[in-house]
């Protein structure tokens, strides 16, 4: 069903916000976002359903499927917008391959009428040529307006989108359009070596005189040397836009990630594997090995000043006296043979104290200690009242203590 | 030149691990003027005088076999504060040098995770945070003394943080060889 125009742009004029709430939008919209937006953006006394119903009568708004419940911005629609509201959509690198094979395919199709001094043939490559270099120049000034937007929005972009996210974003524009758009349009690309061979065949055409139209074949020319230099210098200047801005985020994105990277580490593995690869060194000297002046002063004056003194006389006749600690640590080493006789004790302590009354308090503990945790001997406190057992040099008060062998 | 201008006063910071920057004029300026000569004096000595490619100069370190714990925890204090302006969407390192901080309204106890890893290197509290500012106040990375109470503010030779998270990163990128290379410092 043809759209009536009149119909279409009075509505458009009096819809504007509601067409760029739509367009902004985006995507799919349903009956009730549809409503949403029309309430947002009123116009006059217009009823909101009849708003709705004009969108779809209008073909603005279209069934994504027929019958579907979701509606999409009808794309002649979609592009018109695009244009009225300065909002330029990057032509993608596989786009104007497409447009340098076709321009490769028509410039086949003049050799071949050249050749063949087909007129007509002539003429019809000439309008194509026109209007693919018109398509080029159109869709690389859009790109370059889409690229230079996006940048735009970047520099002023002050919500909290991480470093990392914004970086893999102007990632994707450098790798999905300006470095492939480059590779295409540079001096030795493929853009260029189409369009010189299409210069090539129009001068041809024009010493052939097989042209009639020599301000058409004068312009085709033009538009060609105008095209090829804008689209090298429309990437270039792209590239030197966003250039310093990826480079900025890339840095930006990797010291996140290495901040990151080494917290992980420490999390994962705990301190004693974090390893020094994470740390920052910070010089610190420490003279340990380098005496001061004062130090050497002091270290020759002792020298000097040392009063002298025979040498001492080493004793080296055999000691007749065993010292009391290993008179001490044997005696603690044969009670366990001597109580293995006894056993089991009832009292512990009590025999110690009736076998050994000239040990002082400490031996009898240190004998006690050794017998208790000696792995032959099991001991256990028994629950009965506390005696008092008299050593050589005081008193210990304590529950009696059996001891069995194990 | 015959004699090195300010050579005591410049010796004795850098031996003790302080990094010197513009804030600390008049000795800056002088190894701004004289690095190579400077360089030259210290390499007789054995040390190694390293002027930052963001300008600011320090000794080089040994070798970190024996390392001081107050390593470990200036290091994850950075790495916290560079996550905490990552996560929040803030562009680092101006988030870093563009304004004071309070030690009180720092990041590093709002998370669990910060505090848990501020855990294993014995900082847990806004008191041990204070103890190791102090620390980094003494080796040039923060300034404390004449700002506000509990105020500072990160000092250039900070940036030795930022270069060691691009040394990281470009090691664990050195084992996925199709990623791209992080920038030089």
Redesign the interface.
Known sequence: MKVNPQNFFNFCANHASLLRGLAERGGEVSESEAMRLIHENPSGEELPKTAWRRLRELQILVPTEPGSELFLMAEPVARLLAYLFNEANAATPEIIRGYVLSLETTVKRLARALDEEDIQQVTLAFEEISQTLRRIHADLNETQHAILAEVAHYKTER????????FRRI?HWMERYVEPMIEIVRADGPLRAAFDETERLLHRAREESLVNDHPALFRNLRFLRLVGAYALRVFTQCRKEIQPLY?SL???S??????????EK??AE??SK?G??????????RFQNVPSDAAIVLALRRVIEYPPEPPPVMEFAAEKEEPDALVRLKWLDSLPDFVRGDLPVEDLMGWLLEKYPDRDTSEVLAGFTALVFHRDFQATFTDGTRHTYDTADGEIKASPLTLVST | MNELPHLGNIFDRLKRGYHLGPDDEPEFSALCEWFDDYARYFAALGLTLVRHEREFFYFEPDNLEDVPITLPRIAVFSYIIIDHATNQGKPIEEFIFGQHFLVTALPHFTLDRYTSLLRQVDVHNVDDLRTLLNRMEQIGWVKIRGLGEDEFRFLRPFHRVFSKCLEVAQLSQAAQPDASQPAAT
């Open positions: 919500s909290h989108v991480s470093v990392r996210e914004k990632v480079e890339r840095r930006l990797f010291i996140a990630e290495g901040a990151a990277r080494a917290l420490l999390q705990g301190l974090w020094n690869e994470y740390l920052i060194g910070v010089a610190a000297l």
